[in-house]
């Protein structure tokens, strides 16, 4: 049974902190790329950032850029995102991705997401 699971979503004021976490299970976690995608009330999903297999390439988007971090532990099947400085535009439901693609003799693609943790940032 493949599963993700967010926690750490909550209440928080514009400047302040909060980590999420997503615990994975059912799948090979280490060989999967992962990604924090976020949907604003009314707006389209949007990828927030994104780690490689082991860790060592990372992507953001302009808008979180320098204010989050991604990280992953691949012995614990897990991937967090740290953000720092929260502003009352951040706030939307996050969701943990993990993505994988394989070439064969045709294209196979591999997409798993969790439920989904809501972030509000607002004083």
């Known amino acids: 049974q493949v599963q993700l699971v967010e926690s750490g979503g909550g209440l928080v004021q514009p400047g302040g902190s909060l980590r999420l976490s997503c615990a994975a299970s059912g799948f090979t976690f280490r060989i999967y790329a992962m990604n924090w995608y976020r949907q604003a009330l009314g707006k389209e999903r949007e990828l927030v950032a994104s780690?490689?297999?082991?860790?060592?390439?990372?992507n953001y988007s302009d808008s979180v850029k320098g204010r989050f971090t991604i990280s992953r532990d691949n012995a614990k099947n897990t991937v967090d995102l740290q953000m720092n400085s929260l502003k009352p535009e951040d706030t939307a439901v996050y969701y943990c991705?993990?993505?994988?693609?394989?070439?064969?003799?045709?294209?196979?693609?591999?997409?798993?997401w969790g439920q989904g943790t809501q972030v509000t940032v607002s004083s």
């Open positions: 991705n993990a993505y994988r693609v394989v070439f064969t003799t045709s294209r196979h693609e591999y997409d798993y």
């Open positions: 780690i490689s297999t082991i860790g060592g390439n990372t």
